[in-house]
C-alpha cells in the first residue's frame, strides 16, 4: 500500500484534535492543516479573496474570514462550509462570508451564481444564503442553486426555507424554484430539472464525482486515528475530502463511505471503485459502475489494481453486497456493486 501523509479533521459540533497518519506504520503526528467553514478546498481560472488573487499553493490553507469575499472571473471556487457542505461559485460570481459558525453559517451571493452541495446537515445547523437582501435556509441534504443577475432560488434536491417577515418562512421543495424580493412574497413553481442543468449543473455533479472517489480511496486507506465524521486531507487531490458516519450517496448518486470501508475492504465495493446508484430497491441502492471506474484511480494516481477511467467491462460480476437497513433499505437491501452498465 502506498506511503502517504493524511491528515484528519473531524469537525463536529464538539472540537476534535488534528492527526497526521503515515499508512504504511501509523505514526501519528501533529499536523497543521486544518480545516473550518470558510477553507478554500478548489480553485480553476481567476479566483480572488479580497482582491488578492488565489494560486493552488493556497488550496486548504486560506480561509473566507467574516466580512470578506471571495470571488471569481473566468474561474470557479469551492469553499467548504460546515461538515459535508460544499459552497461552489460560477463564472464572474461573488460571495461574502457573513457567519462561518457551525451553529449560524451564512453567506451573501452578491454577484453572478453559486450553488450548494449539501450532504450532511442536523437539526442544530442553521445554513443560510443571502441572496437579494432575501434570506433562504436550507434544512436538508440537497443541490441548491441561486443567481444574483436574475434573483431567485433553485431547489434541485432537499427543501429549503426562504423568509418573508419576521418568523415567518416559505417552505421550497426539491423541484421548484423562487424568486427572491425583498418584501414580496415569494411563490415557489415547479422547474424541470433535466432542463435546468447546465454548464455550473455540471461542473457540481464533476466535483462532486471527485470528491466521491477521493473519499473512497481514503476510508479504505486511511490507518490514524479516526475522530468520526468530519473534513480529512487527501494528499493525491491537494484538497478535503468528507467523511460521514455512515454510507450516502450526494445528491448527484455518487456513493460516499465512512472510515473503514471502499477500496478492497470485505464490505466496500472490491477494487476500489464507487456505486453510483441507479435504482432505488426497496430503500436501498442497486448501483453500477460509474464510466467503468475500478480500481481507485483518483485523478492519475492508480488503485489497488491498477484500474483507470472509461474501464468499460472491468468490473467485478455482482460487485459486493451490503446487506442491513443503510439509507432506510431493508434487511436484504443496502448496497449492490454492478458488474456491466
Known amino acids: 500500500m502506498k506511503s502517504a501523509m493524511v491528515a484528519l479533521l473531524g469537525l463536529g459540533l464538539m472540537g476534535t484534535p488534528l ?18 467553514p470558510g ?56 460571495v461574502k462570508m457573513v457567519s ?24 442544530q445547523n442553521n445554513l443560510q444564503v443571502i441572496d437579494a437582501g432575501v434570506t433562504t435556509r436550507l434544512n436538508k441534504r440537497g443541490y441548491y442553486e441561486f443567481d444574483a443577475n436574475r434573483p431567485e432560488a433553485m431547489v ?36 424541470d430539472k433535466d432542463d435546468a442543468k447546465d454548464d455550473l449543473y455540471n461542473w457540481n455533479s464533476l466535483r462532486s464525482q471527485y470528491m466521491a472517489e477521493a473519499n473512497n480511496q481514503m476510508a479504505s486507506e486511511y490507518t490514524g486515528p479516526y475522530a468520526g465524521p468530519g473534513w480529512y486531507w487527501n494528499p493525491w487531490t491537494f484538497g478535503y475530502a468528507y467523511m460521514g458516519a455512515g454510507p450516502f450517496a450526494s445528491p448527484f448518486g455518487w456513493g460516499f463511505y465512512p472510515f473503514g470501508w471502499g477500496g478492497y475492504y470485505p464490505y466496500g465495493f472490491y477494487g476500489g471503485y464507487y456505486g453510483h446508484p441507479r435504482v432505488i430497491h426497496r430503500g436501498g ?53 454492478g458488474g456491466r452498465r
Do not use: C
Request: aromatic residues 6%.
Open 19 to 36: 492527526f497526521a497518519a503515515d499508512i504504511n506504520n501509523g505514526n501519528q503526528a501533529t499536523q497543521a492543516r486544518q480545516a473550518v
Open 39 to 94: 477553507t478554500v478546498n478548489y480553485i480553476e481560472g481567476a479566483v480572488y479573496l479580497n482582491g488578492s488573487q488565489l494560486n493552488t499553493k493556497d488550496l486548504g490553507n486560506v480561509t473566507v474570514e467574516p466580512g470578506q469575499e471571495i470571488s471569481t472571473e473566468k474561474g470557479k471556487a469551492e469553499v467548504l462550509l460546515m461538515p459535508g457542505v460544499f459552497l461552489r461559485l460560477d463564472d464572474n460570481s461573488t
Open 100 to 123: 462561518p459558525d457551525l451553529a449560524l453559517t451564512q453567506v451573501q451571493l452578491e454577484k453572478g451564481r453559486a450553488a450548494v452541495e449539501v450532504d450532511e446537515i442536523h437539526d
Open 156 to 191: 434541485f434536491k432537499g427543501e429549503a426555507h426562504v423568509q418573508v417577515g419576521d418568523n415567518k418562512w416559505e417552505k421550497v421543495k426539491g423541484e421548484h424554484q423562487v424568486v427572491l424580493s425583498a418584501g414580496a412574497e415569494p411563490k415557489p413553481q415547479k422547474f
Open 285 to 337: 441502492y442497486v448501483g453500477g459502475v460509474r464510466h467503468g471506474y475500478v480500481g481507485g484511480a483518483v485523478r492519475g494516481n492508480p488503485g489497488h489494481f491498477g484500474g483507470m477511467h472509461n474501464g468499460g467491462s472491468m468490473a467485478p460480476a455482482g460487485g459486493a453486497h451490503l446487506g442491513g437497513d443503510l439509507h432506510g433499505g431493508a434487511a436484504a437491501g443496502g448496497f449492490h456493486g
